[in-house]
């Protein structure tokens, strides 16, 4: 869906703006808000704006206001006085106040509040679509780079805050979601939904007990439920080389092969014998055949260490 049905769309469903009704952007001159202003105007709504000028960064401000006065027609006010972040936004919020005012925050924003919120709180409370005051927010399910490139598509220009850096915000952009999206990269997504309060993955494979679901997890592991159990288990992963499994060390010389752990009704390749047989003939404890190592070719099994061996698959039982 083009960006902007997107926005119509989340606006209908919180039911934000009326019908062609009339709005307010507070525009900064950024991409966000100039993507914001734009968009609405394309939607049909009866488009206004005010720049709020803090006056923080002398001749910058300055030019954000001839920008906001020349590409937005914008009114300008004075909202000079504060020096927290939370006192230059209950300036911002307390022009206007008799019209209905729109922000351009966006899911980017959502994140990034949403991690502050984690450390320094401990909660997980977002961004909501409509403050109290009445103030919406359209672009809350659309990305900070979705609307810069929005502007560079239709060739509008915005203006850069360079003084963003400095901010909380800036912090946890520059420094601390890269290296969570290191760690994970649905990162972003899984912080986002967690902002909305919508249900995880994992909520919806636990919340059911009816029929199996796998899900990947990341960091190598994959979270199984079979009807009413759960477990956690190691994801697939190639066996190119060596691989380490637990208590085993598995190479093979022949290409194709996956080292992962037991699913309910595998079988030996070419034959009909279950591994869950497998198991008991061997005495293998129930305890310990979820963790036990399988090297499969598709969704055949070709061996199972210390059990079952193949031709071109070698494998060692070390100690941790």
């Known amino acids: 869906m083009e960006l902007s049905q997107r926005v119509e769309a989340f606006i209908r469903r919180h039911e934000l703006i009326a019908p062609g009704g009339e709005v307010t952007c507070l525009v900064s001159g950024g991409a966000d808000s100039t993507c914001l202003w734009h968009v609405l105007g394309e939607l049909g709504y009866a488009v206004s704006a005010l720049h709020v000028g803090h006056g923080l960064r002398g001749s910058e401000s300055d030019a954000d206001v001839r920008f906001c ?3 937005f027609g914008a009114e300008v006010v004075d909202g000079r006085g504060g020096s927290t972040e ?23 924003d959502q994140v990034e509040t949403v991690l ?71 990162a972003d997504q899984n912080l986002l939904r967690l902002a909305q309060g919508d249900p995880s993955a994992l909520d919806e494979l636990l919340a059911s007990t ?5 899900l990947d997890l990341g960091g190598g592991l994959t979270a199984v439920r079979e009807y009413a159990n759960v477990w956690l288990e190691h994801t697939p992963v190639a066996l190119d080389g060596e691989v380490r499994w637990g208590d085993w060390r598995i190479a093979a010389d022949v290409p194709g092969l996956k080292v992962r752990a037991w699913r309910a009704g595998d079988r030996l390749a070419g034959r009909s014998k279950k591994i869950q047989d497998v198991f008991v003939d061997a005495k293998i404890p129930r305890s310990a055949r979820e963790s036990w190592p399988l090297v499969v070719r598709g969704d ?21």
């Open 69 to 71: 006065t020349e590409r």
């Open 86 to 108: 939370e006192e230059l936004r209950d300036i911002r919020y307390s022009f206007a106040a008799d019209r209905l005012r729109a922000t351009g925050h966006t899911a980017s």
């Open 116 to 186: 502050y919120r984690l450390v320094a709180s401990g909660g997980t409370k977002g961004i909501k679509p409509q403050r109290q005051d009445g103030v919406v927010r359209p672009l809350l399910e659309v990305w900070r780079d979705e609307t810069e490139a929005y502007c560079r598509t239709l060739g509008l220009d915005f203006r850069t805050d360079r003084s963003n850096e400095d901010t909380k915000r800036g912090l946890i952009r520059r420094e601390i979601l890269p290296r969570l999206r290191e760690l994970h990269p649905g």
């Open 210 to 214: 009816s029929g199996s679901k796998r």
């Open 300 to 320: 055949e099994v070709v061996a199972v260490p210390g059990i079952v061996a193949a031709e071109g698959v070698r494998v060692e039982r070390v100690s941790n």
